[in-house]
């Protein structure tokens, strides 16, 4: 099982962010993808997942309205459009695909943001 984000970088408040994670290995229509993220010296956060079986997504309340969470089941993609960043959206991004039994992280993507 491999989870690959990417797509971080630095942007101004009020900026855009598309990040994105290629899986591979597993069956992504079994699995919750979806998104957390860690700010230094805070705990690692969720932001978003999405069912991969009937596509229900949950948000985070302090990214409601500004991020979206999409996926190609065919390029078994993920993805999560960021606007209107905020400096407290900062942190290490990690892709992750969970089930009742196993969870898989993939690598962190950075992203700052500046007032």
């Known amino acids: 099982v491999q989870l690959q984000a990417s797509g971080g970088g630095s942007v101004q408040a009020g900026g855009s962010l598309r990040l994105s994670c290629v899986a591979s290995?597993?069956?992504?229509?079994?699995?919750?993808i979806g998104w957390f993220r860690q700010a230094p010296g805070k705990e690692r956060e969720g932001v978003s997942c999405?069912?991969?079986?009937?596509?229900?997504?949950v948000y985070a309340d302090s990214v409601k309205g500004r991020f979206t969470i999409s996926s190609d089941y065919a390029k078994k993609m993920v993805y999560l459009e960021m606007i209107d960043l905020k400096p407290e959206d900062a942190g290490v991004y990690y892709c992750?695909?969970?089930?009742?039994?196993?969870?898989?992280w993939g690598q962190g993507t950075q992203v700052t943001v500046s007032s």
């Open positions: 992750y695909a969970r089930n009742s039994i196993d969870t898989y």
């Open positions: 290995g597993f069956n992504f229509e079994q699995y919750i």
């Open positions: 999405m069912d991969g079986y009937d596509g229900r997504t």
